[in-house]
């Protein structure tokens, strides 16, 4: 194991978080005066205005040689802020109970292989008496467990209550995805072979391109500014997918429906996050965010078009590098979605890291790289480092906290905003949101899709699969729940 080296130390902060940030002397004295100006007594509360103010004067960064992030020798840094009650606390007993029932299902290998096959039927029956938006039934059932426990709404009214449901619950807002995927008919799909492949033709602009552009603006006027809108370019259908996968230029009318998409984003103040996906579509991707990020991202410290980030992939240090070198020549803030990637199972192998740990690693350095507006050992650059927004989207409990420990250290120079699914993970969305409370400042969105019931079967599918794949994360769920409950049962019968 080699040793964390030495450079400069932040003077007050943790030998922890000095490993973590191993930041050269002159940035350590820069974040140490930092740290005693602004750092509050009670208990290094640091809000997100107070920190653009104070980081403004800090532009210039280095190319550090250090050694980031630390090994499994090094303890992790930890953040100053403790949350003062039950995290799950914040939560309405209906939701507690109902991600009760769902772990408790999810981590039974008894309850989960038969559920997830009933699944995979529904998701892709074509019949109407298994198809929940045709057999009021099903719907019934659905809608009060799984839909409820994932999804949004079927329609405006009911996304808006939803969204506002868990504003009220303290998050700050949603990222909001539409679950609607382009299905042809036998028909359609005749045609489609019949047109010249990656020709737009009327066929494909009415049956494929406008569907999706259509449903994403509405998404789009259904979230509320500050609120973020999850997309796939896949969405728009094969043609998406012809261009993607050749690593051409989005066709005119596509473009332009992006473009509309963007524009409509950017005036309302939502923003935009386009998901990564497969390694083969990947930089395709890229290059159109790139494109859409240079024109909208105007807004010094505030970007409208995120992309994502898988940080399994061995080259996502690389790629994100040359993006940030982008992003300070074109004078434009990069928006970055980090997360660890989900094509593990279907994405060629070599692509990715060998172990979990070194993806963990990957992740933990550009999530600090970019929060501290440093380059380190993980992502490597050169000169200035130019502004970013970072939306660090993890179920990682480990991730969140090493975040943390940067944000209540007060050395933070990007905006950041933790998200995680709907349904998953609520013992550490939760806990942001309680500490929000308490004044810490690491902003948290759930993501969740809206659609009719039928059209989210697919999404609700993947998600059953997710918590297969993750059994341990299931279970800690599972019992966070449960103690939640013997929590709350205790505290009636202590003031019966
Ligand atoms: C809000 C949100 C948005 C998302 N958007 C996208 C997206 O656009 N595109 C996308 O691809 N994914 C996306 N994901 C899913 C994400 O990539 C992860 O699959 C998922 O969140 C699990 O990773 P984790 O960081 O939560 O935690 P963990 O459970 O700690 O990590 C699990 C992940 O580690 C990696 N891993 C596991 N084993 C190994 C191994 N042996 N070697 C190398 N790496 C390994 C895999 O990526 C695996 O998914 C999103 C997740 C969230 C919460």
């Not at 080296?5 to 930041?23: D, E, I, M, Q």
């Not at 299902?105 to 038969?114: E, F, G, I, R, T």
């Not at 602009?205 to 789009?220: H, K, M, Q, S, Y």
């Not at 524009?263 to 494109?291: K, N, P, Y």
Request: hydrophobic share 40%; charged share 20%; glycine share 8%.
């Amino acid at each position: 194991m080699r040793p964390p080296p030495v450079h400069g130390l932040v003077h007050g902060a943790s030998p922890a978080l000095n490993r973590h940030l191993a930041l050269p002397p002159a940035a350590a004295t820069r974040c140490f005066a930092v740290m005693i100006a602004h750092r509050p007594a009670a208990g290094g509360i640091v809000s997100g205005p107070e920190r653009r103010l104070i980081h403004s004067s800090h532009r210039k960064s280095s190319t550090l040689p250090a050694e980031l992030p630390p090994g499994p020798a090094v303890p992790p840094p930890q953040p100053t802020l403790e949350p003062s009650r039950a995290p799950l606390s914040v939560l309405p007993l209906s939701m507690i109970l109902r991600s009760l029932g769902t772990t408790a299902v999810s981590s039974s290998p008894l309850l989960l292989a038969p559920s997830l096959r009933i699944m995979a039927v529904l998701a892709h029956s074509g019949s109407a008496l298994l198809n929940p938006d045709r057999n009021p039934l099903l719907r019934f059932f659905l809608k009060r467990t799984f839909y409820a426990q994932f999804c949004a709404g079927e329609d405006g009214a009911e996304v808006r209550d939803t969204i506002a449901r868990l504003k009220g619950i303290g998050f700050n807002g949603v990222i909001l995805g539409y679950a609607k995927e382009v299905v042809l008919t036998d028909k359609q799909a005749g045609q489609l072979e019949g047109a010249k492949v990656g020709e737009e033709t009327q066929t494909v602009i009415d049956n494929e391109i406008v569907p999706w552009a259509e449903g994403t603006l509405e998404t789009v006027r259904l979230a509320e500014p500050g609120d973020f809108v999850a997309l796939k370019f896949t969405g728009a259908g094969r043609l998406a997918l012809h261009q993607l996968s050749h690593r051409l230029s989005a066709t005119p009318y596509l473009s332009k429906s992006i473009d509309s998409i963007c524009q409509l984003a950017h005036e309302r103040g939502v923003r935009l996050l386009f998901d990564a996906e497969q390694d083969r579509l990947q930089d395709g991707i890229d290059d159109w965010t790139m494109e859409f990020s240079r024109k909208f991202n105007t807004t010094p410290g505030r970007a409208t078009i995120f992309g994502t980030y898988q940080a399994y992939k061995k080259c996502a240090p690389a790629v994100l590098s040359r993006h940030l070198t982008e992003a300070r020549e074109g004078n434009f803030t990069l928006g970055v979605k980090l997360v660890r990637g989900a094509y593990l199972g279907s994405d060629p192998r070599d692509r990715f890291f060998d172990t979990k740990a070194d993806t963990d690693a990957c992740y933990d350095g550009i999530a600090a790289s970019v929060l501290t507006r440093q380059w380190n050992s993980v992502l490597e650059g050169q000169g200035e480092f130019p502004e970013a927004s970072l939306v660090l989207a993890t179920h990682n409990a480990e991730s969140v906290r090493r975040a943390r420990a940067i944000v209540d250290a007060g050395v933070a120079k990007s905006e950041i905003a933790c998200a995680q699914l709907q349904g998953m993970a609520d013992e550490i969305s939760c806990e942001l949101v309680e500490l929000a409370g308490q004044g810490t400042a690491v902003p948290v969105y759930k993501y969740l899709v809206w659609g009719t019931t039928g059209e989210c079967m697919k999404y609700l599918l993947r998600r059953a699969q997710e918590n297969k794949d993750a059994v341990a994360r299931t279970r800690s769920g599972r019992d966070a729940m449960w103690a939640e409950v013997v929590r709350r049962v205790r505290n009636a019968f202590r003031f019966a």
